[in-house]
């Protein structure tokens, strides 16, 4: 299995600023991810982080206010930018395991809870 | 594109009594599906999961959920809870050819003394 870390584990931030979250998996995985848990709800994808390419994002969100960067493939960085009180959300990375028994399993970091005043 | 319904967002239930959180999904293609559980102030963790053979599968503790194809449905199950069991489960599906994974609304579990 996969053991992801975040940096940071949380944080409060004022409007306006940037914050970048890290992501850190301990064995190489095929396929990366960052979700956004607003407050009492479900997962949702912002995007697929791609290797040396532009991530992939989901309807809703854009480059511009979720860049995300892969450089290698244990690695990855979300910065959500221009915050408003509405980007107030736990930020989780997830890697998607390799064949073998955690074939097709997504594993998911502890998360980075964001609060902006 | 596929969908998942969670029928109960909260299940309160009485330490050592059972409890069943419903999972309904909608898929076009075969799907695998997954379980995970949230505690309170922590990350998800894959409490278990469906891809093929055996539609009855089970965790290391104590739950179970199963595959029912005819009915779409991945409910999962267990026969005595614990003060422990107190969390946030959703469930997610994947499309066997695809690798993104979509969750349903969550069903917070309330385990009272």
């Known amino acids: 299995s996969a053991v992801i870390s975040q940096k940071p584990s949380r944080d409060i931030c004022q409007r306006g600023t940037s914050l970048t979250i890290q992501c850190q998996v301990d064995s190489q995985v095929t396929m990366m991810f960052w979700y956004r848990q607003q407050p009492g709800q479900s997962l949702t994808l912002i995007a697929t982080a791609n290797q040396g390419s532009e991530a992939t994002y989901e309807s809703g969100f854009v480059i511009d206010k979720f860049p995300i960067s892969r450089p290698n493939l244990t690695f990855s960085t979300l910065t959500v930018s221009n915050m408003s009180p509405e980007d107030s959300s736990i930020y989780l990375c997830?890697?998607?395991?390799?064949?073998?028994?955690?074939?097709?399993?997504?594993?998911f970091g502890p998360g980075t809870r964001l609060t902006v005043l | 594109a596929q969908s998942v319904t969670q029928l109960d967002s909260q299940v309160p239930v009485f330490e050592e009594a059972p409890v069943e959180l419903r999972c309904n999904y909608s898929s076009s293609v075969s799907v695998y599906l997954f379980w995970y559980v949230q505690y309170p102030n922590q990350g998800l963790q894959l409490l278990l999961k469906y891809l093929s053979g055996s539609t009855l599968v089970e965790s290391i503790n104590g739950f179970e959920a199963e595959f029912n194809k005819s009915q779409t449905s991945f409910h999962l199950r267990k026969p005595s809870v614990h003060i422990s069991d107190t969390a946030e489960y959703f469930c997610?599906?994947?499309?066997?050819?695809?690798?993104?994974?979509?969750f349903g609304g969550g069903t917070r579990v309330l385990v009272k003394p």
């Open positions: 997830s890697a998607l395991g390799l064949a073998g028994p955690h074939y097709n399993e997504q594993f």
């Open positions: 997610a599906v994947i499309a066997a050819a695809g690798n993104k994974l979509t």
